[in-house]
């Protein structure tokens, strides 16, 4: 219950019937809600680092920040893949691969760190 709390999922099991409810989770839960189920099993298993490909996409950017702010503070290192600027401050290192098939790897520029 606690980690549903962190992702803010926690009305989940009182909508649902309880932790014993059996569902069709794939058309019970929005797409956010299913992101956050995502980040909850991270957050469960605690991994030193996460590959996260678009993971955000369905969720509010304060819900966002929100999770990504907890992982950082847990010690998950995250490597993030998406295009929400939103996310770059939750970084330190930015690779970008851009469209003539160059790429660069630096720093994240100061102006995007919070």
Not at 37 to 53: E, G, S
Not at 65 to 78: F, N, P, V
Request: with cysteine; net charge negative; glycine share 6%.
């Amino acid at each position: 219950m606690q980690i549903l709390e962190v992702v803010r999922l926690a009305y989940i099991p009182g909508r649902q019937g309880g932790f014993d409810s059996e569902a069709d989770w794939f058309d019970v839960l929005s797409g956010g809600e299913k992101q956050r189920t995502a980040f909850a099993r991270l957050i469960y298993h605690k991994p030193k680092f996460a590959i996260l490909d678009e993971c955000t996409s369905a969720v509010s950017v304060d819900v966002e920040g929100h999770l990504y702010a907890y992982m950082k503070q847990i010690g998950i290192t995250m490597l993030t893949v998406s295009h929400r600027e939103s996310l770059w401050k939750y970084h330190d290192w930015m690779l970008r691969f851009n469209p003539d098939n160059t790429y660069s790897f630096e720093e994240m520029p100061s102006q995007f760190k919070e």
